[in-house]
């Protein structure tokens, strides 16, 4: 499954970007479907992930409610709505999927073999 991350771009803080994922093949539907993203110099870290079904969905903590994920999967999209950007948002953001990870290790990059190409987010101040 081909993945294609969009959306990014140059926000002020405060503002609001939206993140799509689109996949290659419906078979996405049945994958869960995470957000990761990588500052420079830093390592990959978590941000989000939804179920196959969008019945559960995971958050990094330091988000505190910034950010929500969903799926669209008659459409093989997964969104990422980021409102009230910080500058320490700034990032590639990057989607993956996986059709066999488990609950305890969807944090960990690790575990996914699907990658997007990633999207530019810069939030200035």
């Known amino acids: 499954v081909q993945l294609q991350a969009s959306g990014g771009g140059l926000v002020q803080a405060g503002g609001s970007l939206r993140l799509s994922c689109a996949a290659s093949?419906?078979?996405?539907?049945?994958?869960?479907s995470v957000w990761f993203r990588q500052a420079p110099e830093k390592e990959r870290e978590f941000v989000a992930a939804i179920t196959w079904n969008g019945g559960y969905t995971y958050y990094a903590d330091f988000l505190k409610g910034r950010f929500t994920i969903s799926r669209d999967n008659a459409k093989n999209t997964v969104n990422l709505q980021m409102n009230n950007l910080k500058l320490e948002d700034t990032a590639v953001y990057y989607c993956?999927?996986?059709?066999?990870?488990?609950?305890?290790?969807?944090?960990?990059?690790?575990?996914?073999?699907?990658w997007g190409q990633g999207t530019q987010v810069t939030v200035s101040s």
């Open positions: 993956a999927g996986s059709s066999s990870v488990i609950t305890s290790q969807i944090r960990y990059p690790r575990n996914y073999a699907n």
């Open positions: 093949r419906k078979i996405f539907g049945r994958y869960t």
